[in-house]
């Protein structure tokens, strides 16, 4: 039996209840002596922009009409096989002739933070993030970059909460999203088609945390109704 695919509200009063009672919860495990504050704060904004990010891609695949038992989450790591050429430079010699005695064990285990499935086939990849800004894009670039490799056609998303990347990626309800200038730069660097999606409006300040009740940000429908056409957008090639 399928689960009940969340409507808008839902995600809003998710995000509501979570983000408003993070800090209380955060300071109770810090009390406890079991995690500290800032550690909780990182960990449940990262599960809840997770939770968020599947219940969005769960209703853009329903709004695209397709069978919801054909659309799954997770996976094991992708395995990124070691580039023979890069034996060529290896040295001394002999390092490179054990390495190619056992090149089968030469890889590197890629995941990111959701594995999106069409049909059990690895078809999105998204890095959810509480805020993002552009050393941290550099890691996700790489990750990427990496991922396509070994699947060229794998479709790539940024969902943050905020933004800290300059530039209007602040302001998610705007028609037309120009970026930075310093993000593009990175962005050109790399063959990854990266779509970013920010779902709360103005850019991230370190001092003004948005689970702290003075400076909570309110979750908009019009921004969330343009995530979802952003998935939509991105799903169509795997609708039938």
Known sequence: MQDK??????????????????DKKAHDEDNEGTRAYGGAVR????????????????????????????????G??????????YLERVYPKEVADYI?????????????DIHVNIDGNFVLG????????????????VDFMLFKQILPNLKCVLLQLES??????????????YGSKSTHTLLSYFDVDLNIITLLE??????KPIHKK???????????????????????????
């Open 43 to 74: 960990s449940a904004k990262g599960l809840l922009v997770e939770g968020m990010a599947k219940h969005l891609i769960r209703i853009a695949w329903q709004e695209l009409k397709q069978d919801p038992s054909r659309l799954t989450f997770g």
């Open 214 to 240: 003075n400076y909570f940000k309110e979750m908009r429908d019009d921004v969330l109704k343009k995530s979802i056409d952003t998935l939509v957008h991105i799903l169509c090639d795997f609708g039938r």
């Open 164 to 177: 800290q990347l300059t530039g209007d990626y602040s302001r998610p309800s705007n028609q037309i999203i």
């Open 5 to 22: 695919i969340p409507s808008l509200e839902d995600i809003k009063d998710a995000y509501n209840l979570l983000v408003g009672g993070i």
């Open 126 to 141: 998204v890095e959810c993030k509480a805020y993002t800004e552009n050393a941290m894009l550099k890691r996700i670039l």
């Open 100 to 112: 190619k005695a056992n090149i089968k064990d030469y890889f590197y285990g890629l995941k990111t």
């Open 202 to 207: 103005g850019e991230r300040k370190v001092d």
């Open 76 to 85: 094991a790591k992708v395995r990124v096989p070691i580039k023979k050429e």
